[in-house]
């Protein structure tokens, strides 16, 4: 124990107050008071004590007023608290108050006792003192750590994504944009009736990232049918349409199959596996559609997950209004209308009315991306 430990002494008997200073100067420095109010305002302008010694009799507020401002005072609150009580003073009912405070000391004072009293107290506070200050480093450094592993696992994302865009020329800032779109209409329906409900902060910030990998399955795609000028064959078009479960699968596969089907049990409470499902459930199904004559699966409706149903439309937006190798850019005008056609057949139409209502916020990323 240090024997820095600052206490304080609050007793209206001038004898009690020398004695107890005369037993505990060892400890460290004591200050006194006759009364409870001098006391208080004290601690408004000085650092809390490492112990009080409260007698209860003390004129004007008395011991235990004094103790019930303490505890309601959250520097105070946790700070051991002695009170001095006469032997024959002793009553149940004094014990009873005594369960806000730490312990009692009998007046007339054994030097021992007083002593003995103290030091254990003062010494199970620095314990606690030292392990609370473990505890904020322990956390602190775990806050640093998450930070580092986040900032790692978002850069591996965005490397990973930037790869599939080097495959076409006339794809860049596809990925950043579609992202931002994709935040842009999950915020408006965020603020919708019908999906406020599910869209709550961590969804939106875990299918925003997760939305970059909707495309990672072109990296399996052969670039002679990806990146053809002319009409796709039948049989070609079935290739490109294959990036969604390659996309699906390689995701999975990336990813120990056992601590995907562990998180999945989590139900909402881990981050991690909500991630995955929703980079998943993006990379297979953005090709759905809402009649149920999308791919790879057929779903329709409230089946396709509410994260593809957005991904889609930014998806088929961000293609229409760029170049591409098989095609010129569409003007923003054109291609709102050719989503608008779309609405309750290819396209949610919540979602649709969302994106039409959040067209200028779009058009401006839209314009960013050129200069």
Known sequence: MSNKAEIIIVDNDVSNISILERLLYSFGHVTSFNNGIDMLNHLKIKKVPDIFLIDINLPGLNG????????????CAEIPVILLIKSDNLKEDAIIHLASAQDYILIPFKANVVQARIRSYLELKHAKDQLKNQKLWIENEVTKRMYDLQLTFDLSIDIVTQLVETRDPDNAHHISRTRNYYEIIMRSLQRSEKYAPLIDERYIIRTVKASPLHDIGKMGIPENILMKSGKLSEDEFDVIKSHTTIGYNS??????TTFITDLSKTNGLSDSAEFFKEALNIAKYHHEYWDGTGYPEGLKHEQIPLSARVMAIVDVFDALSNKRVYKEAWSIEKTTQYIKSKSSTQFDPEIVRAFVSEIDSIRKVWEESRN
Request: no cysteine; glycine share 0%.
């Open 64 to 75: 235990y007023d004094v103790l019930e401002r303490l505890r309601s005072n959250q520097n």
């Open 251 to 256: 995701i999975k596969t990336a990813v120990d």
